[in-house]
């Protein structure tokens, strides 16, 4: 059966392109996340298994209990595909990055000013509608996210399917159903990953929600002023929503410049060159 | 142009914008995100397998039934725990106790140690471990992982649920629901848990009341004396329920406690409005069971138990020196009793509780071996002669307290309370701190409780005197 997976992908570079080449060569590096080549995000709202998909990850046993609120400060881990080593920050759960509540403010912050490489948004594939919410908010910041269904097992025994394809293809961004406490769809969620970090998997453009013609016409106006500024703002639409509705960190982090930096580095660094500059 | 001309720029168009900004854009991602759901899930035909989680819930938050589920639910768990530990720690007793500490003498002859390193070593720091080990493994091999499927399954939140209003009532926040339920397992872990809570008032409120959730540590030693001094009163077959129910009814006391104390002081020093959010019921799910077994054995029981170990050894030498150095023709454990004494008898307790509660203040764990220890180092009995130690069963840990420490039912209940309601041991109180950073407020968390202790016992001791009781 090897042989014939091997012959059949053979061409030329073929299975160095392959997704699942570097598969053998996973470690789990639990706790040590020194020197990582990449940094991902663990989003998602309370409760939707997000620590049980940082543990399936990581190898590391952090407690994981039914209930929101449970994680109240991020936890890292790392792991290792291939060559490249992902530093892994589990957030604790938010159902949006609109409110500013104090124990929400750690994953907003880290999601707007941290600078992961990847964020991963996990959701409840049997409350969906609820938990896109957060979903396409993070898809309008970067593009570089991408979607865990997870609780599919739980999904499929209330007789609910989701066709993660189409999904995907709607909101221009991965999506990889799991059920993280069984261990289902982790080899896919890590490869997933690492195909996004290094630019393998290619996704859209932030996607846009459309909002009322009065405050698109209000966005339009802040983001062209803020193109003057800063042309090279990848998502300057939504920085002046933020703005237009006066949020004190987005404020803050204009002022002082760092703005553009970090919302700059998640498109213009070329995904190739990132992997090379990266001696990797 | 620059930046703070486009900040007040946008400062200028929300105040042109006739809508409820907010409001919208969060109405548009709602519908967005019902759009896209629309066209990629597809739902069951009926109803039909929401059911259970439905009736369920429907049962256990209950504004009739939700509370008397939750004391049954409690209850079911303690006589569990109550009746399935009773023969194992008896086993662990004689074996640890009984066989391992004459072994380790008969060695210790045999290679002409001196009998003070035998003391100290054998008679102190052993015997105190292996104490802890018969008394606290097995009741804690039980609890945990019952408990920890129980929140696996999804119950806490309900708790919280139920809790809600209460709180509200108390002018806390209905979170602090959830960080008492993590008191329960662990005081120091509930206090770090109290971050969940926004508002500093609320927080602070959380924090000093964390400490009326029986953790960990006080669980093996209600267990323990609900089951010689309740379980004893009442006929052999309702033993274990009427211990477990006594359980229950401490914990019980400890919410009422944390209600009473987070109302008084949202009414004085931390007045303010409750404030409002919104807890996420999540669904019921099936809990793995072995591997939440496999965990909470690990996790939990060994990592406490260990901690309960490493506290034990040294505080068995600091007893056995107290028991045996010679001060003025009398152990230093008789001066200090002596001492204690009176305030102790006062308060329905005596002299050897409150200087074990002294010697245990950095793990709560330690109490029960710590008195048992000192009460028959303090009576001289020939049961704490070495080589002779008979295996502790619940009889004859029962006859140690009575013959050699003359408690009564009332020191047993005064034991209990105060087993609920005194200082949070050491690593509790260096969490505060950490959490604070306020020497104020570590402070009152140390003396709030404490004081509560010593009012109630005093009122239980002082009623029943007054009832006729010695």
């Known amino acids: 059966m090897f042989g014939l997976k091997r012959a059949s992908c053979g061409i030329d570079d073929g299975c160095a392109g392959c997704p699942m080449a570097g598969s053998a060569a996973v470690h789990r590096f639990g706790l040590d996340t020194a020197n990582a080549d990449y940094v991902v995000a663990l989003a998602g709202n309370p409760n939707t298994g997000k620590s049980t998909v940082f543990n399936a990850l990581t190898g590391l046993r952090q407690h994981v209990g039914n209930w929101p609120g449970k994680t109240v400060v991020r936890a890292e881990g790392a792991f290792v595909v291939g060559k490249a080593k992902f530093k892994l920050v589990d957030l604790p759960g938010t159902y949006s990055l609109l409110s500013n509540s104090a124990d929400e403010e750690v994953a907003r912050d880290f999601i707007l000013f941290g600078r992961p490489d990847v964020t991963v948004v996990v959701t409840d594939a049997t409350a969906l509608e609820r938990n896109l919410n957060l979903a396409l908010q993070v898809l309008e910041i970067t593009d570089r996210a991408i979607l865990v269904l997870n609780l599919m097992d739980e999904a499929e025994r209330r007789g609910i399917s989701v066709d993660d394809r189409a999904l995907a293809r709607d909101l221009g961004a991965p999506v990889v159903p799991m059920a993280a406490r069984r261990g289902r769809g982790v080899p896919d969620l890590r490869e997933t990953i690492a195909g996004v970090a290094t630019g393998k998997i290619a996704c859209r453009p932030p996607r846009v929600t459309r909002f009322d013609e009065a405050i698109e016409q209000s966005v339009a106006r802040i983001a062209d002023a803020l193109l003057d500024v800063h042309p090279e703002l990848p998502n300057a639409r939504w920085v002046a929503l933020r703005l237009l509705e006066g949020d004190p960190n987005v404020i803050r982090e204009a002022r002082a410049g760092t703005l553009g930096q970090g919302l700059h580095r998640h498109v213009v660094e070329a995904p190739a060159t990132e992997v090379a500059s990266r001696g990797h | ?470």
Request: proline share 5%; glycine share 8%; hydrophobic share 55%.
């Open chain 2, 1 to 470: 142009m620059d930046i703070d001309n486009v900040i007040a720029m946008a400062t200028s168009e929300r105040s042109n914008l006739k809508v409820n900004l907010h409001d919208r854009v969060v109405e548009a991602l709602y519908q967005e995100a019902g759009r896209l759901t629309e066209r990629s899930v597809s739902l069951p035909g009926g109803p039909r397998q929401w059911r259970l989680d439905q009736v369920l819930d429907r049962i256990l938050t209950s504004r009739v039934f939700g509370f008397p589920a939750m004391g049954l639910l409690f209850a079911g768990v303690f006589w569990l725990t109550i009746e399935g530990a009773n023969v194992p720690s008896g086993m662990l007793a004689t074996l640890l106790i009984d066989h391992g500490a004459t072994l380790l003498h008969r060695w210790a002859d045999a290679l002409r140690i001196p009998s003070f390193v035998q003391g100290l070593t054998i008679d102190g720091i052993y015997l105190a471990a292996a104490w802890v080990v018969s008394v606290m493994l097995p009741p804690m091999a039980i609890f945990f992982p019952i408990f920890t499927l129980l929140e696996d399954f999804g119950y806490l939140p309900r708790v919280a649920f139920n809790m809600d209003r209460a709180f509200r009532w108390a002018g806390a926040h209905g979170k602090q629901a959830l960080t008492m339920m993590m008191g329960y397992g662990c005081n120091a872990a509930g206090v770090v848990a109290t971050r969940i809570i926004d508002s500093p008032r609320e927080r602070l409120i959380a924090i000093l009341t964390n400490n009326f959730a029986v953790c960990n540590g006080r669980w093996p030693t209600l267990i323990l004396v609900s089951s010689i001094f309740i379980g004893a009163v009442v006929p052999p077959a309702l033993a274990g329920a009427a211990a477990a129910v006594t359980v229950v009814g401490v914990a019980i006391i400890g919410i009422v406690c944390t209600l009473l104390v987070s109302a008084f002081l949202s009414r004085t020093w931390l007045k303010g409005q409750a404030s409002v959010f919104s807890l996420e019921l999540p669904p019921y799910r099936p809990p793995r069971l072995l591997q939440t077994i496999y965990t909470s054995l690990i996790d939990r029981t060994l990592i406490v138990l260990w901690r309960a170990v490493v506290m034990a050894a040294p505080a068995g030498a600091v007893i056995w020196l107290l028991g045996n150095v010679e001060v003025a023709g009398q152990s230093m454990a008789h001066w200090i009793v002596q001492g204690l004494d009176p305030v102790g008898v006062l308060i329905g307790l005596n002299g050897v509780i409150l200087l074990a509660y002294v010697v245990a203040i950095p793990a709560n764990e330690i109490v029960i071996p710590t008195v048992l220890m000192l009460t028959l180092n303090l009576a001289k009995s020939p049961l704490a002669e070495k080589g002779v130690m008979i295996e502790l069963t619940d009889d004859v840990t029962r006859r140690v307290l009575v013959e050699h420490g003359g408690w009564t039912l009332l020191t047993g209940i005064n034991l209990m309370l105060f087993s609920l309601l005194h200082n949070p041991c050491s690593t509790t109180i260096l969490t505060i701190w950490n959490e604070t950073r306020s020497k104020r407020w570590t402070a009152l968390a140390v003396a709030i409780p404490l004081a509560l202790g010593f009012g109630v016992c005093f009122i239980t001791a002082s009623a029943a005197r007054l009832f006729g009781h010695h």
